[in-house]
C-alpha cells in the first residue's frame, strides 16, 4: 500500500484537474447566461470562474 501511495497522489491530482477542465468547459458557459447562478457557484468554486471571459 505503501508503495502504491504516491500513484494514488498523482492519479487523484489527474482527476481534480479533469474536473476543474469539465468545470470550465461545460459548468462556466452556463452559468453566464444565468447571472443570478454565478454568485452562487462563484462562492462555491471561486477557483473555476473567469468572468472575463
Same mark, same amino acid.
Given at each position: 500500500?505503501?508503495?502504491?501511495?504516491?500513484?494514488?497522489?498523482?492519479d @487523484?491530482?489527474? !482527476?481534480?484537474?479533469? +474536473?476543474? +477542465? @469539465?468545470?470550465?468547459?461545460?459548468?462556466?458557459? @452556463?452559468?453566464?447566461?444565468?447571472?443570478?447562478?454565478? !454568485? +452562487? $457557484?462563484?462562492?462555491? $468554486?471561486? $477557483?473555476?470562474v !473567469?468572468?472575463?471571459?
Amino acid at each position: 500500500m505503501i508503495s502504491r501511495f504516491k500513484r494514488e497522489i498523482a492519479d @487523484l491530482s489527474e !482527476d481534480e484537474k479533469d +474536473v476543474r +477542465v @469539465l468545470a470550465h468547459i461545460k459548468i462556466c458557459p @452556463l452559468l453566464a447566461k444565468n447571472n443570478d447562478m454565478i !454568485d +452562487v $457557484y462563484q462562492n462555491t $468554486y471561486a $477557483y473555476t470562474v !473567469d468572468r472575463l471571459n
